[in-house]
């Protein structure tokens, strides 16, 4: 079968690799639809491997090379023995993490935090990223009809800017602002106004993104686009909050200017996630952080539980997910028209996804 395997830094290619074969007890056999590229896999191209291991992995023993693809959706093919979550032919999303159930954080109930968590695409036998894949029968959610394979590919990235904005604790009524309108910047920006926000004010550089951004709020409510750049983001904050500040800030751009500009603007009391992941160290007026009594709270995945909430959402209506996919192409493309486009700066593209099952 066909799967995009990682080789080496720079290295991926699209192979003929080993069909999976029957599941074993509380595993599934499933065929893969769409599945996206994220920002932990286009670190792994340009400058791994970092996740991806080299030696077996403590949970699984799996290294490289691996079959990618951590974010998609997949029709269930077969179950294995003791399977009743989920049957033949059922469209799911799935969980891709992958925890020992046994250390101090998942005993507590954080598998997110697993001290030896191993990931579907990234650390495991398998990826969304080929043409059938096993996973655990507890990774799968089943979606309602209301929610296509194209959404459903969209529910990991979503969860994890799901989870950035709850960890702000955003309130009805609030102003937020988003720095970097990439998947998860817009994915949280659609879900701060689900939640209620009063509106939400996005930074982005990437005149194409900014423009995609501006679109976000359609039917939804208020979005703000503003391009630091060219524009006094200091200034548009202060004009929509009464010069207090905004309530809420996230950082998903992965820039220290970003963070600087999200502890800046936040309101004394507010909030700022950082959720973006940074290659470097960032340099910040830590000072500010206590002069303004802020709460300042970093993020890592998302719980493991949260996929049905994350899905429920999605099939009413209310968050619009396939909002944020600028393209879709074909598995044998997925170097030059996927990672080699994500990585030019300018590009345009926000999120793109690989119809696997085409």
């Not at 974010?71 to 993490?97: H, I, N, Q, R, W």
């Not at 394979?149 to 799901?162: M, Y």
């Not at 998947?183 to 423009?211: C, F, N």
């Not at 968050?319 to 997925?334: C, K, Q």
Request: with cysteine; charged share 20%.
């Amino acid at each position: 079968m066909r799967a995009a395997v990682f080789h080496d830094r720079g290295a991926i290619s699209v192979d003929e690799v080993r069909e999976p074969t029957t599941p074993g007890p509380g595993e599934v056999l499933v065929r893969p639809q769409f599945c996206g590229i994220c920002g932990t896999d286009l670190h792994e191209f340009t400058d791994g491997p970092i996740v991806i291991p080299v030696e077996p992995h403590p949970l699984n023993g799996s290294k490289a090379p691996q079959i990618l693809g951590h974010e998609f959706s997949a029709y269930v093919v077969a179950v294995g023995a003791g399977v009743t979550s989920v049957k033949e032919g059922d469209l799911c999303a799935v969980m891709p993490l992958i925890f020992c159930g046994e250390c101090d954080q998942c005993v507590r109930g954080a598998n997110h935090l697993c001290r030896t968590m191993a990931c579907t695409g990234l650390s495991a036998t398998w990826g969304g990223l080929s043409e059938y894949a096993v996973v655990k029968a507890s990774q799968l959610v089943a979606v309602p009809s209301t929610v296509t394979a194209l959404q459903a590919a969209l529910v990991e990235p979503a969860a994890v800017a799901a989870y950035g904005v709850d960890r702000g604790r955003l309130q009805p009524g609030q102003t937020v602002l988003i720095t970097g309108a990439g998947p998860i910047g817009s994915l949280a920006t659609m879900y701060a106004l689900a939640g209620g926000a009063r509106r939400v004010i996005v930074s982005e550089s990437d005149p194409v993104r900014l423009e995609r951004a501006s679109k976000l709020g359609e039917g939804l409510g208020e979005v703000i686009a503003v391009n630091p750049a060219s524009e006094d983001l200091s200034a548009v904050v202060r004009e929509h909050t009464q010069g207090l500040g905004v309530d809420l800030a996230m950082e998903c751009a992965g820039k220290e200017l970003a963070l600087q500009a999200c502890i800046d603007a936040v309101k004394p009391g507010g909030q700022v996630v950082q959720t973006a992941l940074h290659v470097v160290p960032a340099t910040i007026s830590a000072e500010m952080l206590a002069v303004k009594d802020l709460t300042f709270s970093g993020t890592w995945c998302y719980p493991v539980y949260d996929f049905p909430r994350v899905v429920e959402l999605i099939a009413t209506g209310r968050w619009p997910v396939d909002r944020v996919v600028s393209s879709t192409i074909a598995l044998e493309d997925v170097v030059e028209k996927g990672f080699e486009r994500l990585i030019q700066r300018g590009s345009g593209d926000v999120k793109v996804l690989i119809e696997v099952a085409r």
